[in-house]
């Protein structure tokens, strides 16, 4: 079956349960995406919505939009991690109301990266700040969620730590594991 054909029908389906894909690199599209998809289904009533995450990252700023969206749902969101949560995926289940993955998804946060930005800019040192600020809001929220010590987390950020569903289990970025269906 040619599922690229049939994207429009998905996407019904799946808002229709009050659920949304986040697939891909997080960018000005899928930001608006995301977050007009979070504002339209809070329109609609206050039931959970799922957000399936399978992300490689993306733009820091772009996923703090996002973040804010989820923060000021009504609406409980769960945020399910269906393959991959890195980066700016990462960020985002961390602001979901509850955490959950597939047994065999994989998780990676890091310190942001610099990049885009001309080292001789005038306003360098403002855009380094900035970013700096971004990260240690980002760490607050993971020390929050996660209850690990601030400088465990700015030790694994520095290594682009990657976690299996198991690992970000026991180091408190997941709620839940949801077991494999035996057939």
Known sequence: MDITNRSSE????????????????VDDDIQMKITRLILYLNTTGDAPITLFIDSTGGDTKKSL??????????????????????????????SCHKRLAYPRANFLFHAPAINGKRIDADDWADYLKEVQELHEEQLKTYADRSKQSNEQLKEWSKKEKCFTAEEALKFGFLDEIIPSVKR
């Open 65 to 94: 939009c996002i973040c804010d969206a989820l923060s000021q749902s009504a609406a409980s969101v769960r945020g399910v991690v269906v393959a991959d949560a890195f980066s700016a995926g990462f960020r985002i289940l961390q």
């Open 10 to 25: 998905i996407f019904d389906a799946l808002l229709s349960k009050r659920q949304i894909l986040l697939q891909g690199e």
